[in-house]
């Protein structure tokens, strides 16, 4: 199936606090997109807290067609010590299945890898879901490539509170 072409009615936007449903609604589409909705416990108030409280701890870019919601990158600043230079993590990409084949995803990540030079970046790092095949090709596509030298570790729930709770010496208190 040859790609649609890029739409020229696409509008990239900032998140806003009133988008925080159509965030989480995509971020649950994403999940079942990738066959993983279980691991999503978020709640909408989550974001709403997390994203446009006090203290933002990640940012959103909206892309419309039309005034109509097509697509989604949830990202937030990083850092690498080794390159001395700021950079940013995406941590989801989402868009709608309507308007897949017209760059959207693509506009999203190049928004963000402006914004993030526009304040000295220099790096973007994201995370692919394994078993996601689609999802790795169109990264490789855009020059986003998988970095064979670097393994994602995390500790998560009951396993994390445990670790961050033990005293010095690794016994509980």
């Known amino acids: 199936m040859a790609s ?3 739409s020229k009615d696409v509008t990239i936007r900032p998140g806003r606090i009133d988008d925080v449903d159509t965030i989480h609604a995509a971020i649950l589409r994403l999940g079942h997109h990738i066959g993983a909705p279980e691991e999503i416990t978020s709640t909408a108030e989550d974001l709403r807290t997390y994203g446009f409280g006090e203290k933002p701890a990640f940012s959103t870019l909206i892309a419309e067609v039309g005034g109509e919601f097509a697509g989604l990158c949830l990202y937030f600043p990083i850092f690498s010590t080794w390159m001395g230079r700021p950079g940013v993590y995406v941590q989801d990409l989402y868009v709608d299945d309507r308007f897949r084949g017209r760059r959207i995803g693509e506009r999203l990540l190049r928004q963000v890898a402006r914004e993030c030079r526009k304040d000295s970046g220099v790096y973007l790092r994201l995370s692919v879901d394994t078993d996601n095949e689609t999802a790795k090709a169109f990264y490789e ?5 998988w970095s064979s030298y670097e393994q994602v570790q995390k500790i998560v729930g009951e396993a994390f509170f445990a670790f961050a709770d033990a005293r010095e010496d690794g016994e509980s208190k």
Do not use: H, Q, V
Request: proline share 12%; hydrophobic share 50%.
């Open 4 to 6: 649609k072409p890029a």
């Open 141 to 145: 596509r855009l020059g986003i490539a």
